[in-house]
């Protein structure tokens, strides 16, 4: 069983830059898409982003790119988000997904088998 655990979430004013860490055990996920979701305090879940398993491709929802970096280790078995110039509508519970299926990069989020507790990520204005 796969289990995914978040980290590095936090409190942090709005132009701010936040790393959110998430570790994976149970087995290699060296060739499935890792990513993370978010959701807001009476607002559907979302995509942020997502990454294939070789790191070659990624996808990113239009309200964070160019200020959001998803990136991976896969020998470390963990994904990475870096979020840069954090505004206060980036605050949410952010979640770590991982596919199960090998060798695809699905945007959906009933897609994705192994979900995190997620980490609150809190800007202030």
């Known amino acids: 069983q796969v289990q995914l655990v978040e980290s590095g979430g936090g409190l942090v004013q709005a132009g701010g830059s936040l790393r959110l860490s998430c570790a994976a055990s149970?087995?290699?996920?060296?060739?499935?898409?890792m990513g993370w979701f978010r959701q807001a305090p009476g607002k559907e879940r979302e995509i942020v982003a997502v990454?294939?398993?070789?790191?070659?491709?990624?996808y990113y929802v239009n309200s964070v790119k160019g200020r959001f970096t998803i990136s991976r280790d896969n020998a470390k078995n963990t994904v990475y988000l870096q979020m840069n110039r954090l505004k206060p509508e980036d605050t949410a519970v952010y979640l770590c997904?991982?596919?199960?299926?090998?060798?695809?990069?699905?945007?959906?989020?009933?897609?994705?088998?192994?979900w995190g507790q997620g980490t609150q990520v809190t800007v202030s204005s």
């Open positions: 990454i294939s398993w070789s790191g070659g491709t990624t």
């Open positions: 149970g087995r290699t996920l060296s060739r499935n898409a």
């Open positions: 997904v991982a596919d199960d299926t090998p060798l695809r990069l699905v945007i959906t989020a009933s897609q994705y088998d192994y």
